[in-house]
């Protein structure tokens, strides 16, 4: 076990690579649309759980009604596409700044409150969300939802399932690429540290509170680019979408796959959407094992499959290991 | 020495509900001067230190650093102007290497904003190579740096205290606090502190220590301010300070 994490670390460019090429080569051997739609759903769970990893993985924060982020990107795409008839790059930058801003938002308590309330916060937040969902009637059309979603479409030629594909997974690649910079830099540490002992953080010269809010923003704003994907992709969104049972699966993937891991949230989201799928003859009983899986697993690795360790840092000590040896 | 006066706390006051930890206490540190404070436990030293470095706002009175009052600045405000410390209870950050927590120490003097980061401009790769590299300076003077990609908190306790006063010195600051740094050490590690505090010292630090172990704050500091019940009782020179009546009774009567 040990010594594949110490393989992993030094060849992760190249597993990185390979994992990429296999999901760019999916929908070319799986061309059954089924199989597709199976892989844009991972996708979007992954983009989902990333976000959230920015946030729980990171900075430490538990994030429990990350779908109302989820919700309010779908949304704003929904309805910019349908009332204003906005393009898709214009419904996802918007849906982005919106729900950033939502997400700083929900970050400010965090100023006052501790870890686990703040939890408590995105929790209300979430039913919050959806209520008014529920009641904006005249925005967002109520329980009946938002029909109708213009479906992806550039210069006039509408995206078929393969370029949706293609999309999500662009976006993904990207969050991927925009995390691994924010991890690895001044900003990083300064979340690393914050989430190690803000008291020592703050007398370093990092200002807690604007790291927590800063990342709040960050982790809600890729939130809200899954959502925006979601609804010109599923082209019909109601508030049922956006639940806290939707939060819950989101946080399973980010904790079972492993905290502070891109490839965590990757492995997460994709278990948990493709499981519920070769589990559906099972029918109620699935619900079950579900749970069962993942209390074994909260109780065996809380920190989550691939949570825990940091490959850089493995990478750094063997390099020290090696030159010892060879001197 | 210059007699510029870098930090002054006028008539500190704190108190926490009914209790008084730090009573109207006045203290100077000037320019390359090391400072001592010292005192039974639980007189007060660790807050005085929490109230000058904006842990805690003072009840009452001021804190000033060079001429400008920071009494209510939080931490980090008050790292950036200049002024780094080290906790009692050492406090670093265990899920980062010992080279991290460094670089983390130059965060006050960068400026990479997220922005900056995510499109990785010409500034912020520059700004981390250089914290980079100054970091990597810091540890080869405290001697930390073939340990540098271990986890801070995997190092031996004595070096876990080197690499915090590495980190504070990552900030650039002018003004070290110290709390208690030669808790633990066993009396090598103890001269080996002094020497490095001279050395420091001689860099251009000026200094402000809380330190239990007498013979190291008797032969390095140049000047102690003793601290009983919260208020300073006396101050002076070391050799003032040992023969002062005051303060055998307070302190040195029960500790010999
Ligand atoms: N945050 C706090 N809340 C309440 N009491 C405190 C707090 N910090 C320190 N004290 C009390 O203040 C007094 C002085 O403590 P401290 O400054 O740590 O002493 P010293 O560092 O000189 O040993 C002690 O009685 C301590 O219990
Ligand atoms: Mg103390």
Known sequence: MKRLLHVWAKHEKYVNVVL???AVVYPLIFTRQYLINVGILCLVYVLLSLSLNV???????????????????????AILSTKAGWNFILTFLAAMAVTGMFGLLIGMPTRKLSG??????????????RALETNMDWLTRGS????????????????????????????????????????????????LAVKDDDIAASAMGVNPFSYKVMIFGVAASLAGLAGAFYAHYIGFIDPSNFTFDQSTIIISMTIMGGLGNPMGSVLGAVTLTVLPEILRPLMDVRQIVYGVMLIIMMIVRPQGILGGFNLKHIRQQDSVHKEVRNE | MSNEVILRAKQVTQRFGGLCAVHNADLEVRKHEIVGIIGPNGAGKSTLFNNITGMYKPT??????????????????????GMARTFQ???????????????????????????????????????????????????????????????????????????????????????????????????????ELSDFI?????????????????????????RIYV?????????????????????????LGKEE
């Open chain 1, 20 to 22: 990429f090429a296999a």
């Open chain 1, 55 to 77: 946030l729980t993985g990171y900075m430490g924060i538990t994030g429990l009604g990350w779908a109302g982020f989820f919700g309010i990107g779908a949304y704003t795409a």
């Open chain 1, 116 to 129: 686990r309330y703040v939890a408590i916060v995105t929790m209300a937040f979430c039913e919050i969300c």
């Open chain 1, 144 to 191: 009946r939802g938002i029909p109708n979603i213009p479906r992806l479409e550039l210069f006039g030629m509408k995206f078929n399932k393969q370029a949706q594909y293609y999309l999500i997974l662009f976006l993904v690649l990207l969050a991927v690429i925009v995390m691994g910079r924010i991890v690895n830099s001044r900003i990083g540490r300064g979340v």
């Open chain 2, 60 to 81: 009452e009175g001021q804190i000033y650093f060079h001429d400008m009052d920071i009494t209510g600045k939080t931490p980090y405000e008050i790292t950036k102007l």
């Open chain 2, 89 to 191: 209870n050492i406090r670093l950050f265990p899920t980062m290497t010992v080279l991290e927590n460094v670089m983390l120490g130059v965060h006050s003097k960068t400026k990479a904003n997220l922005l900056d980061v995510i499109f990785k401009t010409k500034r912020a790769k520059k700004e981390e190579e250089e914290t980079l590299k100054k970091a990597e300076e810091i540890l080869k003077l405290t001697g930390l740096y073939e340990a540098r990609y271990n986890y801070a908190t995997s190092l031996p306790y004595g070096y876990q205290r080197h690499l915090e006063f590495s980190r504070a010195l990552a900030s650039s600051p002018e003004l070290l606090l110290f709390d208690e740094p030669a808790a633990g050490m066993n009396e090598r590690e103890t001269k």
């Open chain 2, 198 to 222: 001279f050395k420091l010292r001689d860099m251009g630090y000026s200094i402000l220590l809380i330190e239990h172990d007498m013979k190291l704050v008797m032969s390095i500091c140049d």
């Open chain 2, 227 to 251: 601290l009983d019940h919260g208020e300073v009782i006396a101050n002076g020179e070391p050799e003032e300070v040992r023969n002062n009546p005051d303060v055998i009774e307070a302190y």
